[in-house]
């Protein structure tokens, strides 16, 4: 933290919530736009259970990508809110946690919200 008074106070989330909501949203992605390239056979139950949901409830599933990015970019603009109320005025940190709590969300969300500006963590 470059000041004292935490306006550049930024986190980056973990590499297991990285790895593991990129991972989910692009099957996902993959599951709604082109699932003809997704060996669904070779993934057991799991593979059984999404090809019934493509073949049977894709106008859903459609729905549904486009309502996991609502929530996504609902997170990113209340991060911008917790930013302003935490007092990070920082517009280059600001656009680093309204960035990564759009791609992560509440993995990012809740690193923001855990944060206390009144006692600075101590590394």
Not at 18 to 41: D, N, W
Request: net charge positive.
């Amino acid at each position: 933290m470059a000041k004292s008074d935490g306006c550049e106070y930024f986190r980056r989330t973990s590499l297991f919530w990285i790895v593991s909501v990129t991972l989910a949203m692009g099957y996902f992605t993959c599951t709604v736009f082109v699932p003809e390239k997704i060996p669904f056979q070779y993934l057991g139950l799991f593979g059984s259970f999404c090809r019934y949901l493509v073949d049977n409830y894709a106008d859903i599933m459609y729905k549904g990508w486009w309502a996991a990015w609502a929530v996504h970019a609902f997170e990113a603009c209340v991060a911008l809110k917790v930013c302003s109320n935490k007092g990070i005025d920082n517009m280059a940190t600001r656009c680093l946690w309204f960035v990564q709590t759009f791609l992560f969300g509440f993995a990012s969300l809740s690193l923001l919200i855990k944060y206390d500006p009144k006692r600075p963590k101590q590394h």
